[in-house]
């Protein structure tokens, strides 16, 4: 259904100037087709539009040598500065403060992103690979039945769940947590929340209170990695209201393009730590900004 | 009132308001050059263009703008699918609930054996619809759950049954299979069903949906669709260009997680949200 990056500039690059240099026109005609392909990948309008600034900025003057055709010399430029984009300054994406036991993580994000599941696949996760000793709360008084999902999987991953009382408010329970995961002597806490919408004050102001109460080491943003341009609302929305640490980005195992990673990365500037790949709870990976880069290209 | 010129900057902006919705690109063009026709270079205000811009969209949505089809047929097979979290379980619930309220006796069949809970959670909605909830056990195969039910809501003359299904991403192929499996299954027992075999979307989605709509109707003959979360900040744009390219009927959206929200799709609210002209 969508044409990659290459052949979308194919026909217009032949029209191009073949040597020297990009000429600013050049470079206008083939951002126009640059900016169709990263609105078609489901990049936000706001971050397309910057990121395209910055690419005229680079590409302008730059030297098409004899072995590359001016096509190819763009489509270079825009893929290495999506990469740098994505990666951001961050060494190692997948690290995660767990330092001074027992650190709590916070998981928010919308209906449906994917926190439950993520929550316990970040579980297994640190518990396999780092050796922690981790216990999974579930805040979710609203979802039928999402603290028992958690106390499944926790099961399925032989991970602790925080025993379930029901008509606690979520603070009361992120208390709770704490408690039993310094009492019990856990490296780490897991809070996983109920999914709220962006704009949903009392919702986001609860979350807010779990937040002060529980003073995260990490506040990971749960995001469905086939999120069309909302991604800009829920990026902001969040991250001015709780303050997150880091994304993580789900459903990267469907044919959706990915667009969301690059507005969630430039809007929050914070790092994309993991993509979900997969229902099952090995199916989580730390980020890999090229292979993302090259999926929101059609590459 | 301020009027402006519509020129190549005023419909660039107009097509940046609706590719911020989720229309994609080319939709967002179409819709754009349509009130542009004849209008040309004549100076009109803000609101007027936003008039122009909503009354298109709704021309676009007027005819996949149905509710969901009753028959006389008894059961009466509503199928469920979907990506994953979607709010295949919620909108089930939400349903239930509707045609309890109209007078119907309803039937509802715990499909997803695989996500953790996913049973329980549709008890919930079961026990707050006033609806009994076929289950099965977990990791057993939903096929079998489908036929069971099936002969349940025969003999109990059941005016619908309602299956839920698990998420399931629409380029997985042998989970797409396991859902032709299913309407297979149905089919042994009423040839004609399932009656309609609802795909939700979630409005979150971008271009995406494009695919979802296109494989999920291939592979499980889709008839129609429901969007979810539109109480939120997503406008569900890409619903015109879905309108555009499937023509599927928009049965209701969801605008909530209570029971009763869950409303007719109204092209005039929508293009109204659409283009902001509901802000004023
Ligand atoms: N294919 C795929 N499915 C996923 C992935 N992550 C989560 N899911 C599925 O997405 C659905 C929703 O996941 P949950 O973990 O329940 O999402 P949530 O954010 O906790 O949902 P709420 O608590 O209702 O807000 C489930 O069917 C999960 O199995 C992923 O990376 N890939
Ligand atoms: N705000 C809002 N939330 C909704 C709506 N519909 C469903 N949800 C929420 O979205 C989340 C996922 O809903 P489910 O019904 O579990 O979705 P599903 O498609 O059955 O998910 P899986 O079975 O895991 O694939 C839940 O937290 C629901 O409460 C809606 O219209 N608006
Ligand atoms: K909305
Ligand atoms: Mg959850
Ligand atoms: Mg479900």
């Known amino acids: 259904m969508f044409e990659n990056l290459s052949e979308r500039l194919g026909g217009v690059f032949d029209r191009l100037t073949k040597q020297g240099a990009l000429s600013e026109d050049d470079v206008r005609t083939a951002l126009r087709e640059v900016r169709v392909a990263l609105l078609e990948a489901d990049v936000s309008l706001p971050v397309a539009r910057n990121f395209i600034k910055a690419v005229e900025k680079k590409a302008t003057g730059a030297a098409v040598t004899k072995s590359i055709t001016p096509g190819q010399q763009v489509v270079k430029i825009v893929h290495d500065e999506l990469i740098a984009v994505l990666a951001g300054e961050d060494e190692d994406p997948g690290k995660l403060r767990i330092d001074n036991p027992p650190a709590p993580i916070l998981m928010v994000g919308l209906q449906g992103g994917g926190k439950t599941t993520t929550t316990a696949k970040l579980a297994k996760r640190l518990k396999e690979r780092d050796g922690k000793k981790v216990l999974m709360a579930s805040l979710d008084v609203n979802r039928p039945a999402a603290m028992e999902q958690l106390e499944i999987l926790g099961k399925q991953i032989g991970v602790d769940t925080l025993p379930i009382v029901k008509g606690e408010d979520p603070v009361a329970i992120a208390k709770r947590a704490k408690t039993q995961a310094s009492l019990g002597g856990y490296d780490v806490y897991m809070l996983d929340t109920a999914g709220r919408l962006s704009i949903d004050e009392e919702l986001m102001a609860q979350v807010a209170a779990v937040r002060d109460v529980a003073k995260p080491r990490e506040t990971l943003l749960v995001v469905d990695g086939l999120t069309g341009q909302d991604a800009v609302h829920t990026a902001e929305n969040f991250d001015n209201r709780i303050g997150i640490s880091g994304v993580v980005l789900t459903r990267m195992d469907g044919d959706g393009r990915g667009g969301a990673a690059l507005s969630m990365r430039a809007i929050t500037g914070k790092p994309i730590k993991f993509v979900g790949l997969g229902e099952k709870m090995d199916a989580l990976e730390t980020f890999e900004p090229e292979r993302v880069a090259g999926r929101i290209l059609g590459m | ?280």
């Open chain 2, 1 to 280: 009132e301020i009027r402006r010129t519509l020129d190549d900057d005023m419909l660039e902006q107009l097509e940046e308001l609706l590719i911020a919705s989720d229309m994609g690109v080319d939709t967002a063009l179409r819709v754009t050059a349509n009130i542009a026709e004849g209008r040309f270079g004549k100076k009109l205000s803000v609101r007027e263009i936003k008039e122009l811009l909503a009354q298109e969209i709704a021309r676009i949505m007027e005819p996949v703008a149905r509710p969901l089809p009753l028959y006389p047929t008894k059961p009466q097979v509503v199928l469920v699918v979907g990506v994953n979290g979607s709010g295949k379980t919620t909108t089930i619930g939400k349903l239930a609930s509707q045609f309890r309220a109209a007078g119907k006796k309803v039937v509802i069949a715990a499909g997803d054996t695989f996500r953790a809970a996913a049973v329980e959670q549709l008890q919930v909605w079961g026990e707050r619809a006033g609806v009994p909830v076929m289950t099965a056990a977990q990791g057993s195969d939903p096929a079998s759950l489908a036929f069971d039910a099936m002969t349940r809501a025969q003999a109990e003359g059941a005016d619908l049954l309602m299956i839920d299904t698990a998420g399931r991403l629409q380029n997985r192929a042998d989970l797409m299979e396991e859902l032709a499996k299913i309407v297979r299954v149905i089919r042994k027992k009423d040839p004609n069903a399932p009656h309609n075999t609802l795909l939700v979307l979630d409005a979150t989605t971008g271009q995406n949906a494009l695919n979802q709509v296109e494989i999920f109707r291939k592979l499980a003959d889709v008839s129609g669709l429901v969007m979810t979360k539109l109480d939120g900040t997503a406008k569900g744009g890409v619903l015109v260009a879905l309108a555009d390219k499937f023509g599927l009927p928009i049965h209701a959206i969801g605008v909530g997680e209570q029971i009763d929200d869950l409303a007719p799709f109204d092209p005039e609210e929508f293009a109204a949200a659409l283009t902001g002209l509901d802000a004023g």
